[in-house]
C-alpha cells in the first residue's frame, strides 16, 4: 500500500506522503510569514508616528509575522495529514481527497467555537478547495486540448509539406496564443527527433539504404 502511493505521488508530481507533510507546512509558513512581514511592516509603518516609522514596521513585523506564519504552518500541516490519510484509505490521488482534507481541516482548526461553528466552517473550506480544484481542472483540460490541437496542426503542416521545406506552422491566437508567445523557445518540426517524430509522436520515412 505504501509503495503504491508513492507512486501516485510520483505520478501527481507531488512529494510522497509523508514527507509531502513537512513539505507543505514549510511553504504555508513560508507564504504566511512574508505574506505577514509586508502586510504589518505597512500597517506598522502608517500607525506610527513619523520619524518612527521605520521602527513601528520592524516592532510590527517581528511581533506579528511569525505569528501569521505559525497560522499558516499549522493550516498547512492539518491539510496535508489529512490529504495523505484520505489518500492512503481510499487509495487513489484526485480533487475528491483535496476537498475532504480542506473541510476536515476547516473543521478542525474552527473546533473551539462549537459545533456550528465548526461546521460552517468546514463547509467553506470544503467549498474554497472545491472552486480551487475545479479551476485547475478546467486549466488542465484548457491547455491539453490546445497541445493537442497545435500537435495536430503540426503534423498535419508537415505532411503537406515537400521534402526539403519548411512546414508552414499556423499562429495559435487568441488567450493561449498569448500564453505560446511566452514559451522560452520555439519547437520546430522535423523529420528527426528523440522520438522520430513530432510531439511525440511517430512519422512515418522512408528506409534509406546504401548503394554498392
Known amino acids: 500500500a505504501a509503495r503504491s502511493l508513492f507512486a ?3 505520478n501527481e508530481g507531488r512529494e510522497p506522503c509523508p514527507d509531502r507533510i513537512l513539505d507543505d507546512m514549510g511553504v504555508a509558513f513560508a507564504m504566511g510569514a512574508i505574506g505577514g512581514s509586508v502586510w504589518h ?3 506598522g509603518a502608517k500607525n506610527s508616528p513619523k520619524g518612527e516609522r521605520w521602527a513601528g514596521a520592524v516592532t510590527a513585523v517581528k511581533a506579528r509575522a511569525p505569528v501569521l506564519g505559525g497560522n499558516f504552518g499549522v493550516w498547512g500541516g492539518l491539510f496535508s495529514t489529512f490529504d495523505c490519510s484520505i489518500a ?8 475528491w481527497n483535496a476537498i475532504a482534507s480542506g473541510a476536515l481541516t476547516g473543521g478542525v482548526l474552527a ?14 473550506g470544503g467549498v474554497i478547495l472545491a472552486i480551487f480544484e475545479g479551476i485547475g481542472i478546467m486549466l488542465t483540460r484548457t491547455l491539453n486540448k490546445f497541445a493537442k490541437q ?3 496542426a503540426a503534423l498535419e503542416a508537415y505532411s503537406k509539406t515537400a ?3 519548411e512546414p508552414q506552422l499556423p499562429e495559435p491566437t487568441g488567450f493561449m496564443g498569448a500564453l505560446a508567445t511566452l514559451a522560452p523557445a520555439e ?20 528506409p534509406e539504404f546504401d548503394d554498392e
Open 8 to 10: 501516485m505521488s510520483a
Open 41 to 43: 511592516s505597512v500597517r
Open 88 to 95: 492512503h484509505l481510499r487509495q487513489r490521488e484526485d480533487p
Open 111 to 124: 473546533a473551539r467555537g462549537g459545533i456550528k461553528v465548526a461546521a460552517r466552517s468546514a463547509v467553506a
Open 150 to 152: 497545435q500537435q495536430e
Open 163 to 165: 521534402p526539403g521545406e
Open 187 to 206: 519547437q520546430e518540426v522535423s523529420s528527426e527527433g528523440l522520438d522520430g517524430g513530432y510531439g511525440g509522436v511517430m512519422v512515418d520515412q522512408a
